[in-house]
């Protein structure tokens, strides 16, 4: 079943794919009964603007988003991205609350934290998939920082959560990256993720965040 789920994300139409599978009763309790997770995802709906798809759309749309950016990478760094976007957000059902949204105007679906619930979750489960402890270690790293870019911004708009996107922030990303691996290159992944990410969510939403990441990709040409 594992090489099942492999085809499935690896493939070029994960939704598709995934769910003509997940619709066998066998696949399917193999799945949850390693991942329970999935069937919250399932069932778990993201009630605000950014967002156009449940959680698990979302993720496997982003499973195909990566895959269409890695296809010139290592079959085993393929394999070690496309599931850190399936693993990215499976810890959102867990976080999920309902607040009122002031720049929004009303009350929105909510997962503050859920990227230490789901980094929580694959370290449970990663290597029930065949990953060994240095892939675990970098794939725990991605997920733990897939959302990063969430509170970088070109310029500085007086927000204090957030950072201005610049060489020294570029080289204090990689010197936290270089923890588990070779620090510009997990960058360059995380990028992808970042972008992986976005293109599974509400196009009007996430034009400025899609030009800061190609930003960040050619700032990293010249470090």
Request: charged fraction near 25%.
């Amino acid at each position: 079943m594992i090489q099942v789920l492999d085809e499935i994300l690896l493939s070029d139409d994960v939704v598709k794919n995934f769910f003509e599978h997940y619709s066998n009763t066998d696949f399917r309790e193999w799945l949850l009964n390693v991942l329970p997770e999935v069937a919250d995802c399932e069932k778990q709906q993201q009630d605000n603007p950014w967002h156009i798809f449940d959680c698990l759309n979302h993720i496997l749309t982003s499973v195909s988003n990566i895959n269409a950016q890695t296809k010139d990478l290592p079959d085993n760094i393929r394999r070690m991205l496309s599931y850190v976007m399936f693993y990215h957000d499976i810890g959102k059902p867990a976080c999920h609350i309902r607040r009122f949204g002031k720049i929004y105007g009303r009350e929105v679906d909510s997962f503050f934290g859920h990227n230490l619930k789901s980094e929580e979750i694959a370290k449970r489960t990663l290597s029930y998939f065949g990953f060994n402890n240095n892939e675990i270690k970098i794939m725990l790293k991605l997920i733990n920082k897939h959302d990063i870019f969430m509170f970088i911004r070109m310029n500085d708009d007086g927000n204090e959560h957030h950072r201005v996107l610049s060489n020294d922030l570029l080289m204090e990303e990689i010197e936290d990256l270089n923890s588990v691996g070779d620090g510009k290159t997990l960058l360059r992944y995380l990028i992808k993720i970042g972008r992986s990410d976005n293109r599974a969510q509400n196009p009007q939403m996430t034009k400025p965040s899609l030009k800061m990441l190609d930003c960040m990709d050619q700032m990293l040409d010249k470090i």
